[in-house]
Nanobody, 125 residues
Framework: QVQLVESGGGLVEAGGSLRLSCAAS????????MGWFRQAPGKEREFVASITWSGGSTYYADSVKGRFTASRDNAKNTVYLQMNSLKYEDTAVYFC??????????????????WGEGTQVTVSS
């Protein structure tokens, strides 16, 4: 059974940093693309970043480019999202997802097969 478990969320002041983790289990993820998404209250879920499990190639939403960095540790079956220079508008529940028939440029949530339950990130202004 595939499981994606996010951690690392919390409350941080604007300008601060957080690192989210997503521990993946239940299958081999080589060939998958891992995506990070977020959803703020009253808003649709939106793409944040993606990383290919095999090669580590990444892609970012314009809103986070230059501030967020996705990475992965194959040995630990874990992907990360380093978030720097956080802004109030980054406040949301952050989810990781895994997709097989996608590329790193795939931003539509419905294209990703497996999802974690999310972790709350709150940035105080």
């Amino acid at each position: 059974q595939v499981q994606l478990v996010e951690s690392g969320g919390g409350l941080v002041e604007a300008g601060g940093s957080l690192r989210l983790s997503c521990a993946a289990s239940g299958r081999t993820f080589s060939g998958y693309v891992m995506g990070w998404f977020r959803q703020a209250p009253g808003k649709e879920r939106e793409f944040v970043a993606s990383i290919t499990w095999s090669g580590g190639s990444t892609y970012y939403a314009d809103s986070v480019k230059g501030r967020f960095t996705a990475s992965r540790d194959n040995a630990k079956n874990t992907v990360y999202l380093q978030m720097n220079s956080l802004k109030y508008e980054d406040t949301a529940v952050y989810f990781c997802a895994a997709g097989i028939e996608v590329t790193r440029y795939t931003t539509a949530p419905m294209r990703y097969r497996y999802w974690g339950e999310g972790t709350q990130v709150t940035v105080s202004s």
